[in-house]
């Protein structure tokens, strides 16, 4: 599985931004789409995640201003980004599997990571 994950950038704290992750390949149908985050110094943190059987996840951080979509059609995932603060810079990477996971060590397809930077 592909992954390409797009829409970081600078914004100010309170501000907003939108992720778009798109998954490809012969395996990318069905399959979970999960966003992590990685702040210098720091481990890669489980942000969201949307499975079709399960539901939507989020991590605690993130709870109530981070809303996670999915469109299985074009197989991609978006995490718009609502208040946001300057915690919440980071590299941000989505991964893909068949189950939403909060352990980034269970993935094994990732994708390059895009860069968000909230300024205070």
């Known amino acids: 599985v592909q992954l390409q994950a797009s829409g970081g950038g600078l914004v100010q704290t309170g501000g907003s931004l939108r992720l778009s992750c798109a998954a490809s390949?012969?395996?990318?149908?069905?399959?979970?789409i999960t966003w992590f985050r990685q702040a210098p110094g720091k481990d890669r943190e489980f942000v969201a995640c949307i499975s079709n059987r399960d539901g939507t996840f989020y991590g605690d951080s993130v709870s109530g201003r981070f809303t996670a979509s999915r469109d299985n059609t074009k197989n991609t995932m978006t995490l718009q980004m609502n208040s946001l603060k300057p915690e919440d810079t980071a590299v941000y990477y989505c991964?893909?599997?068949?189950?939403?996971?909060?352990?980034?060590?269970?993935?094994?397809?990732w994708g390059r990571g895009t860069l968000v930077t909230v300024s205070s």
């Open positions: 991964a893909s599997d068949v189950a939403c996971h909060r352990s980034a060590g269970w993935y094994d397809d």
């Open positions: 390949g012969p395996a990318s149908g069905g399959r979970v």
